[in-house]
């Protein structure tokens, strides 16, 4: 474990803009630094990382909303029942 602390963010995003960085690029890096975070493996800025989840719960919304719709289209393809 390094002795530096990450910044949440900006591990994921580097320095692009949160509109440049993909759903499934965010969910996964965020799912590889929130397990590194948990087993101890990486330490977190704590003091601002409940602001960097903001990025987290934006990917997740829209993957939500993207399911979500997949879910009605097959559900009209598929008919009434």
């Given at each position: 474990m390094s002795d530096r602390e990450l910044?949440?963010?900006r591990e994921i995003l580097?320095?692009?803009s949160y509109r440049d960085v993909p759903?499934?690029?965010v969910?996964?890096?965020a799912?590889?630094?929130?397990g590194d975070w948990m087993s101890?493996?990486?330490?977190?800025?704590?003091?601002k990382l409940y602001?960097?989840?903001?990025l987290l719960l934006l990917a997740l919304t829209r993957q939500v909303r993207t399911l979500e719709a997949r879910v009605s289209e097959l559900e009209a393809a598929r008919g009434p029942q």
């Amino acid at each position: 474990m390094s002795d530096r602390e990450l910044n949440f963010a900006r591990e994921i995003l580097g320095s692009r803009s949160y509109r440049d960085v993909p759903d499934d690029e965010v969910l996964r890096e965020a799912e590889r630094l929130l397990g590194d975070w948990m087993s101890g493996e990486a330490r977190m800025e704590r003091p601002k990382l409940y602001d960097h989840y903001a990025l987290l719960l934006l990917a997740l919304t829209r993957q939500v909303r993207t399911l979500e719709a997949r879910v009605s289209e097959l559900e009209a393809a598929r008919g009434p029942q």
